[in-house]
């Protein structure tokens, strides 16, 4: 049976070394059935079972190195833990930390195994729970028929506003497939797309005339010489790289639908010109019920002599009914082998990102659109809780976008200018004012507003001026510095106020100090937010989910009715009363979100209730390291 099995874990501080332990390493769970994962039993070292075994990287960047030796160690004998061992050095390679997610897959196709590792930070992804084993069947051929010459799979564009995740989105559901990626901008044309002559160099061996006869010349030490010359030779692209991918895993199978898919990823495809690129591949796009092309398309003599080569060990017995039925018995499949035609297989993807806002872009023409699945990507919160940090203070991501884009529309009527929560990457969920300005600022400033005379009041400096581009820097000795002040005033024209600072009518007594876990607070509103963000901090292995199963009772001191809330949960709560909770990320990538409505500390000769005071006796008489003070000053 034909496999994929899969080990997922989120590593702990000890696998990484930080516990005051030398050993880094992969700690593998009681159930991980080695038997099964490795098909093998390994070998038999003193009282331990060790396996050695190599593994394709997969990770951002390392796709291309060589394969990994790990080794799988088993304690049978003493305390059956299961292991991966003596990862010092790999863990610096690859800059791997706690929280980081590493994943170990084996695949069994036809008999052969082969083993693939992947690793993302603690922000790329998430996995519930922290360490996860599980395999997955891959279909039969009847299954698989269905899924590999679907359509709707085989040929699509994400399209949508800047920073929205299409190339996200591609990236997680190819992980682990083969990928081929371009990128297409006006200059891009046939021959950078598909293949052309190039000039490269070859070493020739060094000759001299004696007499009649070319003659060797060879060197002091006996050896013939040789110089580089320039030869001009046939170089795939990105086009032809995936298209001879996709046919050489037909070799030897005997079903279509059993072929490993090859994707080719076409990033901002609407900069180029894709008549001009694609050409006479245009007509390839035409697929039929079984995922080939319907119209071939004869090769030219450059190519047709380089597919020979490269397809040359390639055999297609096992298929070749299959593929030549779907022409009226006519043998295709020998003429793709011996490169007269171009033919797309059923298991090449082409996928595509369109960023709709891009300005020096060619129009798609409505034929070849027609022969693609689109899909839009909307603009949402990814739950990231990623800050904006201005003047000490950190201001709301999701709730500027929110800010932003009403304005944005309001000025252009255009979806395609908005920003996309991906527009600006936060570094440890953290956009400084310096990327802020540059990426942000630069844009709005220059690609939407331009036009606009940045007329309103999120652009209003002082009691008449304007808040042009030139205000966000300054000079200070020749060195062009970003003004915090201009970025700060920006943010509070749009209604934004520091995520720990809302403005609330209950704010502490003046003669009162409140603290958490040493950390001032101002606003009492803001006490249960510091206290389970100060929770979130010592306690980095709960997970989002985790995180809010514990805090969810203290509800109950809170005049409202809810403290704390899940992205899936803060959904369902009424918008009018989700405005008022702000996001705090989790070690998971996951976030949590506070609500800060409902909490009152009335003074002594208030009648109402004092949900703060409740709040604090209850935080303070538990046990989760939380400690909050209310000092007299």
């Given at each position: ?69 790990f080794k799988f160690v088993y304690y049978e004998n003493s305390n059956g833990e299961k292991r991966i061992p003596s990862l010092g050095s790999f863990y610096s390679s690859h800059n791997i930390q706690e929280n980081d997610v590493v994943v170990l897959e084996s695949r069994t196709i036809n008999g052969n195994t082969e083993f693939f590792f992947y690793h993302y930070k603690a922000n790329e992804i998430t996995i519930k729970p922290n360490t996860i084993y599980y395999t997955e069947r891959i279909v039969d051929t009847k299954e698989a028929n269905s899924l590999n010459n679907s359509n709707v799979e085989l ?301 309103g009041d999120a652009f209003k400096d002082g009691e008449n001026g304007k808040l042009s581009f030139d205000k966000f820097y300054s000079v200070v000795e020749n060195n062009t510095m970003v003004v915090n002040d201009k970025v700060e005033l920006f943010l509070q024209n749009l209604g934004l106020k520091p995520i720990e600072s809302q403005t609330v009518d209950n704010k502490t007594e003046a003669n009162t100090k409140i603290q958490v876990n040493g950390v001032n607070i101002d606003l009492v509103n803001a006490i249960p937010y510091t206290s389970i963000k100060e929770y979130i901090r010592l306690n980095p ?93």
């Amino acid at each position: 049976m034909n496999e994929v099995r899969f080990f997922k874990k989120v590593l702990t501080p000890a696998e990484v070394g930080n516990t005051g332990t030398h050993e880094k390493y992969i700690r593998l769970t009681n159930d991980f059935d080695y038997n099964t994962f490795f098909q093998e039993d390994g070998e038999i070292n003193g009282s331990v079972r060790q396996i050695e075994f190599q593994a394709k990287d997969m990770s951002e960047g390392h796709e291309d190195d060589e394969p990994i030796s790990f080794k799988f160690v088993y304690y049978e004998n003493s305390n059956g833990e299961k292991r991966i061992p003596s990862l010092g050095s790999f863990y610096s390679s690859h800059n791997i930390q706690e929280n980081d997610v590493v994943v170990l897959e084996s695949r069994t196709i036809n008999g052969n195994t082969e083993f693939f590792f992947y690793h993302y930070k603690a922000n790329e992804i998430t996995i519930k729970p922290n360490t996860i084993y599980y395999t997955e069947r891959i279909v039969d051929t009847k299954e698989a028929n269905s899924l590999n010459n679907s359509n709707v799979e085989l040929q699509q564009i994400f399209y949508g506003a800047p920073g929205t995740g299409k190339s996200y989105t591609i990236k997680r559901d190819t992980a682990g497939e083969d990928v081929v990626r371009t990128t297409f901008h006006p200059d891009t044309d046939y021959f950078t797309f598909v293949g052309a002559y190039k000039p490269t160099t070859k070493a020739f061996p060094v000759t001299t005339v004696i007499g009649t006869k070319a003659v060797a010349v060879e060197d002091q030490y006996g050896k013939d010489m040789y110089e580089d010359k320039i030869v001009y030779e046939f170089v795939p692209q990105a086009f032809l790289q995936a298209y001879v991918a996709a046919w050489k895993k037909y070799d030897g199978l005997k079903d279509t639908a059993n072929a490993k898919r090859e994707y080719l990823v076409i990033e901002e495809i609407n900069r180029g010109n894709c008549a001009q690129i694609f050409g006479d591949l245009f007509q390839l796009l035409d697929r039929g019920n079984g995922g080939f092309s319907e119209y071939p398309i004869k090769a030219d003599t450059d190519m047709k002599k380089y597919l020979q080569r490269a397809l040359k060990d390639t055999s297609l017995d096992g298929i070749a009914g299959t593929i030549n039925k779907m022409f009226q018995g006519e043998n295709v499949a020998k003429q793709v082998l011996d490169g007269d035609i171009l033919l797309l297989p059923s298991n090449l993807c082409i996928w595509a990102t369109m960023n709709t806002s891009d300005q020096s872009l060619f129009p798609i023409d409505s034929a070849f659109k027609r022969r693609w699945d689109w899909h839009y990507v909307p603009i949402n919160d990814a739950g990231k809780g990623w800050v904006i940090r201005v003047n000490g203070n950190e201001y709301s991501w999701w709730r500027f976008l929110e800010e932003i884009n009403k304005r944005i529309y309001k000025a252009t009527y255009s979806e395609d200018k908005k920003l996309g929560y991906y527009f600006c990457k936060a570094i440890d969920g953290v956009i400084d004012a310096d990327k802020f300005v540059s990426k942000v600022i630069f844009y709005l400033w220059n690609d939407v507003f331009k036009d606009m005379e940045f007329e309103g009041d999120a652009f209003k400096d002082g009691e008449n001026g304007k808040l042009s581009f030139d205000k966000f820097y300054s000079v200070v000795e020749n060195n062009t510095m970003v003004v915090n002040d201009k970025v700060e005033l920006f943010l509070q024209n749009l209604g934004l106020k520091p995520i720990e600072s809302q403005t609330v009518d209950n704010k502490t007594e003046a003669n009162t100090k409140i603290q958490v876990n040493g950390v001032n607070i101002d606003l009492v509103n803001a006490i249960p937010y510091t206290s389970i963000k100060e929770y979130i901090r010592l306690n980095p292995e709960k997970t989002a989910n985790e995180v809010a199963d514990i805090w969810r009772g203290y509800k109950k001191y809170s005049a409202s009715s809810w403290i704390i809330a899940t992205k899936e949960e803060l959904a369902l709560i009424p918008k009018k009363y989700a405005d008022y909770s702000y996001p705090i990320q989790c070690t998971d990538g996951e976030s949590v979100w506070v609500n800060k409505d409902g909490w009152m500390h009335p003074s002594k000769s208030s009648a109402s209730r004092d949900t703060i005071k409740e709040f604090i006796d209850a935080v303070n008489s538990s046990n989760l390291g939380i400690k909050i003070t209310e000092t007299i000053v």
